[in-house]
Each structure stands twice: as structure tokens, then as C-alpha cells.
């Protein structure tokens, strides 16, 4: 260019922020920052949308720092597909019990255990059974009816040391028996057997202890035998805070998966390996980024038909809840977060924003180099640290001659936050990065560190006795189901199993571990995700802090700045003499 100086726009398009960076570039490369802004990214990254939004910001700070771009550069723009799917977990011919109660029964009654041989209703009028029994309630059953029945066989002699119901009748038909015994409502009676051993228990109120959650006792109650007790064991897993179960042995097999067209091809050892989408998961956490070469899920819209990707990262819900040790019940810890990074990338991005704004775009670099570029200008940065951009969408590592990326970023958190509260993503986005708090009454809150504090005005009624996050307008209601404490355990497993976990992934690719990571994107900001990341990296010593971009803009910015840091080295090159 004839003219010493030109005004740059670098502009990365995120899957979550677009960002732009607007600087002076001298003719020797001297960079002069103008100003710079971020807006939430408009539609999937790479649409028309997406860069209707950027030409959008672009126009904004222009107005603002009253100059005129002269030329806009872009990274690569490769979009990441976050959503959760309904995938199957793997089913285990190995399960010697099976559960009876469903998962959302609440109205047990009685207390304490009992173990007997299962016998319907109706046979209670017939000869009197020599053992103690389980006594079952079909849901076409009325509570009053089951009552006198029940009553009519203890006189008879029966010996019923428990009852299971098919409808949530429990607490009726216990107050009007003449036995205390445990009543388990809600019960699944079908393929249960006439005859069958099963295991009964509810817990009393205000109580901690269950009988039948210890493996060794559900199986001398079941006469399982000691060569299934690992297999109990994992089962018993989920009894933990039960407030009633109701358990018989298994005497057939699992049903088996749905037959569907869902796969995931992954390279393994050069060959390409198909997995049901339910095996993949433990598969995609273990081998580097890049083993998924193609996916097809009929959940999610970008993938119904399959899709090409260079990267897969799955994070199953239940593995959130098993670390953070909730109380059984109090998140939705079903389904897999699945995220898929595109194997094509736009092409025609820089064309279509050259169109919107007016003026020349041209693509410079990809986020990973980008990104790289503008964490070197960090002051202090160690040497030999390798940086990792944090973005919506993707990790990027870069360090030591090599680059990684990988799918699975800060969509994949807020996703999960998202259905594990059953929450709109928009509210999960909030609540994902600050603490919250429980208010107990108008006045009254309980912190997550166990402090009670006095609010500075009076809580709405629809927040009182909820757990809440602070919003500009005031306390936003989140979940009624967690204390303060849980929510803050449930929120660093959640971060600890899906952006933590996958750097580590990432990391364990290089030679060795680097002496400092330096965290970038707006990922960085979350002093919690610094935290898990630093957790997950302490056994390998190493140090785990964030990038400041040119000194003044933090983590965030990395790829806008770097891109406008890369023309300008270009610049400078290109009008040197051969």
C-alpha cells in the first residue's frame, strides 16, 4: 500500500462472542491499538447471520473511534456443534439386580427393610405362604381395597414384611394397615415374577442409614452369591440416597439397545473403527483429539445425516453428578453433551463480510496461530509455555512446534448447566461463571461459603426458598432443588469434566509438559475453570495462569489482536527488499 499507515479490523467470529480489535498499522509495523468491543455471535458460527453481526460491531467501533477501516482480517472460521443428545447409556448384561422403583417416586411411607418372596395382591386369600413376603399393589388396585385385603391376609397368618405399589398410593394404604412395614410406591410390576426374592427399604425421616445400599447385604438378601459382588457394588452406587428401594434379582437379560443408524468412526491404530454412540464416549475421552473422523446422531440437527469432523468430545451427564456427590435426584444427570468440530471449514466468509462492510477481507491465519500470536504479547510470559485458547466451541493448544484443537469448549459447560437444571441456555450462560445464593426468607440468604447474610432488599416471592443468581434487576430463581453448597460442587464437576478434562486430553499429546500453560479466550475469565485446570494439570507441576493481551485487554481479545499483530508482520515483510 502507498500510504504510511492503514487503519485494520481483526475480527474473530466465535461460536459464542465475536470480537474485533480496530489498531493502526504503521508501514514498519508498528501496531497502535484504536479500540476494541465483543457482541454475543449471531446464529452458527460461519453463517451469513454470524457475519451480519460482525459487520454489525464493526460498524459500531468505527462510529465510536470515528475512523474507517481499511481492510477487516479473519481467521479460519471452523463451527463447533454443541447440544446434548439422549444417548443410551451402554447396557451391561452383567447387572445381576435390577431396580423396581422408578427414578422420580416420592411418596414412600413406613419404615425400615424387609426381604420376601414377591406374591400379588390377590393371593392373600388363598393358602397362607410358610416365609415372609412382598406383598404387590397393581395400579388398577384401590388404595381402601388393597387396605382390607392386606389387613384380611396379616389375620390370616401371612408374615408380609413389605408392599409395593404401582401408584403413588404408599402413604394411603400405610395408614390404614395394621402392621408397620415399608411401603414403596411407584413400583414397576411388570416382568416381575410371581415368587420372586425381593429387597425392600424405606428410609425414615431424618435418617442417613439404608440397609440395603451395601452391596454385601442386598446380596446375601438376594442370594446373589460373592462372584457378582463388583457388579452389585456399581448398583448400590445409585441407592445412596435413596429415600425408598425396591430391588429383585435379575433373571434376564438387559432389552436391548434400539437398532438406529447412530455411529461414531473413530481411527484407531490407522483403522477406522465404528462405535455405537453410548461405546464412544469412554473411547473419544481416551485416544487425542482428531480420532473421530465421522459422526451421525439423529438427536442433533447438524449431525442427522452425519457429518465429517476432525474432532468429537462427549461428556456423559452422569459422570457430572457421580463428582460432584449430589443427593441422587436434585440434577438431571441424563444424557450426553456432545460436541463436533466440522472437518470443512467456511470458505466464503472473508467474501461475504468484504460484501456487508464495503471493504476488502481476506483470511490470515488460522484461531490456533491467531490466538498464539496474540498471547505472545502478554507481558512476563514465561518461555516455552504453551497457550490455550479457550474459546465457545473449541480448545486450541499451541506450544513446542505443534498445535491441537479440540472440540468440547465454554459451550459444552454452559450445555451442560443448561439441562442438568433444566434451565434456557441463556440463564445456564449466567449462572455457569458466579456464585449463587439460597434465599431462606424477604430478608435472609444462605452463601455458598455457609454464610447467611441480609439482603439489601427484599427478595420476590418467586425467589424465596430458591436458589438464586445475582442479576442487574435484581435475584434471578435458578433451581429449587440445590443448596447454595451443591450448586457450587455440581458447578465444578461440571467444569472439572468437560473444559478441564479435555485439556488435559489435549495436553497429554505433547512431549512433555510445559512449565507454564497460559490460558486465553473468554474461558480464561472464570477464575473457577482456572482453578479445575490448574487441578488437573498439578500432578504434572505445571503452572496454569492466564494470558494478557497487549497488556490491557486480560484473556480476551487473542485472536482479534493476533490477527492484526499477523498483517502487520506481514505488511512489513511484504514491502521489505528482496
Excluded at 370 to 394: E, F, H, K, M, N
Excluded at 516 to 526: M, P
Amino acid at each position: 500500500m502507498s500510504r504510511d499507515s492503514v487503519v485494520v479490523a481483526g475480527c474473530d467470529v466465535g461460536n459464542h462472542t465475536t470480537e474485533i480489535v480496530l489498531a493502526r498499522v504503521a508501514a514498519d509495523g508498528v501496531v497502535e491499538p484504536l479500540t476494541h468491543g465483543q457482541a454475543p455471535t449471531r446464529g452458527r458460527k460461519g453463517s451469513t447471520e454470524s457475519l451480519e453481526g460482525a459487520a454489525a460491531l464493526l460498524n459500531r467501533l468505527e462510529v465510536e473511534a470515528r475512523v474507517r477501516v481499511d481492510e477487516v482480517v479473519l481467521a479460519t472460521i471452523r463451527p463447533v456443534d454443541t447440544a446434548t443428545a439422549p444417548l443410551a447409556p451402554a447396557v451391561s448384561p452383567r447387572a445381576p439386580v435390577r431396580s423396581l422403583r422408578r427414578p422420580d417416586a416420592s411418596t414412600p411411607a413406613g419404615a425400615g427393610h424387609g426381604v420376601g418372596t414377591h406374591v400379588p395382591l390377590a393371593d392373600l386369600s388363598g393358602p397362607v405362604h410358610p416365609g415372609p413376603v412382598i406383598v404387590s399393589v397393581s395400579a388398577a388396585t384401590d388404595f381402601e381395597v388393597a387396605a382390607q385385603a392386606i389387613g384380611d391376609g396379616v389375620a390370616s397368618g401371612w408374615k408380609i414384611a413389605g408392599v409395593l405399589v404401582a401408584q403413588d398410593d404408599a402413604v394411603l394404604i400405610r395408614n390404614r394397615i395394621p402392621i408397620d412395614v415399608p411401603v414403596v410406591d411407584e413400583v414397576e410390576l411388570d416382568g416381575l415374577r410371581r415368587g420372586a426374592l425381593v429387597a425392600v427399604e424405606v428410609v425414615a425421616e431424618g435418617r442417613a442409614y439404608r440397609a440395603l445400599a451395601d452391596p454385601i447385604a442386598l446380596s446375601a438378601a438376594l442370594q446373589l452369591g460373592h462372584d457378582r459382588l463388583l457388579d452389585v457394588a456399581e448398583f448400590t452406587r445409585e441407592l445412596a440416597d435413596a429415600p425408598a428401594i425396591a430391588v429383585t434379582a435379575r433373571t434376564e437379560p438387559p432389552d436391548p439397545p434400539a437398532v438406529d443408524d447412530d455411529y461414531v468412526d473413530c481411527r484407531i491404530g490407522g483403522e477406522i473403527v465404528r462405535y455405537a454412540p453410548a461405546a464412544a464416549h469412554t473411547v473419544l475421552r481416551l485416544e487425542p483429539p482428531g480420532c473421530a473422523v465421522e459422526v451421525r446422531l439423529s438427536a442433533l440437527p447438524a449431525a442427522e445425516n452425519g457429518i465429517a469432523v476432525d474432532d468429537a468430545f462427549f461428556t456423559d451427564l452422569a459422570s457430572i453428578d457421580n463428582g460432584a456427590w449430589l443427593r441422587r435426584g436434585v440434577a438431571d444427570a441424563r444424557g450426553t453433551v456432545v460436541a463436533l468440530l466440522a472437518a470443512e471449514p467456511v470458505t466464503d466468509a472473508a467474501a461475504t463480510l468484504s460484501g456487508l462492510t464495503g471493504r476488502p477481507a481476506r483470511t490470515v491465519a488460522g484461531e490456533p496461530a491467531a490466538a498464539a500470536r496474540g498471547a505472545q504479547t502478554t507481558p512476563g510470559l514465561p518461555p516455552g509455555s504453551v497457550v490455550c485458547d479457550i474459546g465457545g466451541g473449541t480448545v486450541d493448544l499451541i506450544g513446542q512446534g505443534r498445535t491441537v484443537t479440540a472440540a468440547g469448549a465454554g459451550e459444552t459447560i454452559t450445555t451442560a448447566v443448561s439441562r442438568v437444571l433444566g434451565i434456557p441456555r441463556a440463564l445456564a450462560e449466567r449462572v455457569k461463571r458466579t456464585p449463587a445464593l439460597r434465599v431462606e426468607g424477604p430478608h435472609v440468604a444462605h452463601e455458598e461459603d455457609g454464610r447467611r447474610v441480609f439482603l439489601d432488599s427484599p427478595a420476590s416471592a418467586d425467589a424465596i426458598g430458591r436458589l438464586c443468581t445475582r442479576g442487574s434487576a435484581g435475584l434471578v430463581p435458578f433451581s429449587h432443588r440445590l443448596a447454595a453448597e451443591e450448586w457450587r460442587s455440581l458447578r465444578l464437576a461440571i467444569k472439572q469434566e468437560t473444559v478441564a478434562a479435555n485439556i488435559a486430553r489435549c495436553l497429554a499429546t505433547f512431549d512433555e509438559p510445559p512449565s507454564a500453560l497460559v490460558l486465553a479466550g473468554g474461558g480464561a475469565l472464570d477464575d473457577e475453570l482456572l482453578r479445575t485446570v490448574g487441578e488437573s494439570l498439578r500432578p504434572a507441576r505445571v503452572v496454569v495462569g492466564r494470558a494478557d493481551i497487549d497488556g490491557v485487554h486480560g484473556p480476551r481479545f487473542a485472536v482479534a489482536s493476533g490477527l492484526v499483530h499477523l498483517y502487520a508482520e506481514d505488511r512489513v515483510g511484504s514491502t521489505s527488499p528482496a
